[in-house]
């Protein structure tokens, strides 16, 4: 079988002993293994903090058959009752069925509502195994029937060592200070961390592009905010352009902490605090995040002009 050449693959754990995280929850996950019975689990925490590896593994370690669904793609009432209910009714030679479901906080509530019952219906025979980034959007009787358990990321000085043996087993030349400038960029997300090291490798050397790591846009962003111009939405589109940037959560960020820098007045403040929460939960159901962010932006430079 030909090996994964991505890396976020290729060294994903596949047991308890390569998973680096909360050992206290490490714990809990083994009793099930090891008495081949887990319960209904709902893992939550950021993005890249190991919630769907740790679903995986637990399926690859006991005796099962799994359906594995993404939310994300599938989030409609039509998907539970056509595909998970279809697998929960079907027979099996397996001692249990487990259906993995992630990102389930993009299930609409009428699916939420009709897997409770499924999951009640057929609780001898599978179990659910749910994930997702934010617990709030999951309806309570959902989370009721589920052991809540908050997947938390592993220290900088983990990720860091993990990644670093990763590095050597590629025979990968990198310095301790390019490593750091990564994990502290992307931390608490360790597939992205790992990602950046990949596409920043160029024959067997990890070569950092300092500028786009450190948030070189982001002086830019500022200026054209504290001293805003006509032409200041297409250089901002500029700017964004040029860093180059795939996910925008760093940005709402810093719009945030740098607001008492370009905010006019405690009440201009208060509205663009608004625009921004409003826009950072819209930005989970924009397959363009491009464009919902220039949309903050159009909106806060109105605001403060």
């Known amino acids: 079988m030909k090996q994964h050449s991505i890396w976020n693959e290729k060294y994903r754990p596949n047991d308890l002993t390569t998973f680096i995280g909360n050992e ?7 009793q099930y293994i090891n008495n081949n019975d887990p319960i209904n689990m709902l893992f939550y925490g950021p993005p890249g903090s190991g919630k769907t590896t740790l679903a995986k593994l637990i399926v690859n370690n006991i ?15 039509d998907t539970i009752r056509d595909k998970v209910q279809g697998f929960a009714s079907s027979a099996s030679f397996k001692p249990i ?22 999951i009640e219906t057929y609780s001898r025979t599978t179990r659910f195994i749910l994930t997702c980034n934010y617990l709030e959007r999951i309806i309570d009787p959902l989370q009721s029937r589920c052991q809540v358990l908050k997947i938390t990321p592993p220290s900088k000085k983990e990720v860091a060592k993990h990644i670093s043996v990763i590095l050597d087993k590629e025979d990968i030349h990198y310095t301790l200070e390019d490593l750091v400038l990564i ?116 909106s806060v430079l109105k605001i403060i002009q």
Do not use: W
């Open 24 to 30: 206290q929850l490490k714990q809990i996950i083994s």
């Open 97 to 118: 069925k487990i259906v993995i479901l992630d990102e389930a906080d993009f299930l609409t509530i009428q699916a939420q509502a009709s897997l409770r019952n499924i």
């Open 183 to 298: 994990v502290n960029k992307h931390y608490p997300d360790v597939r992205k961390i790992l990602n950046t090291c990949q596409v920043n490798t160029v024959d067997n050397t990890l070569k950092v592009d300092k500028t786009v790591l450190t948030g070189g846009y982001k002086d830019g962003l500022l200026k054209e905010l504290k001293s805003p111009s006509k032409d200041s939405f297409k250089n901002i589109r500029q700017i964004l352009a040029d860093s180059n940037l795939d996910d925008f959560e760093d940005v709402y960020r810093f719009m945030y902490d740098t607001l008492d820098e370009y905010g006019n007045n405690d009440l201009s403040k208060a509205m663009i605090i608004i625009e921004i929460e409003n826009y950072m939960y819209h930005a989970n159901f924009r397959i363009d995040k491009e464009i919902n962010i220039m949309a903050l932006l159009a």
């Open 63 to 77: 005796e099962c058959d799994y359906l594995f669904l993404n939310a994300s793609d599938e989030r409609g009432i």
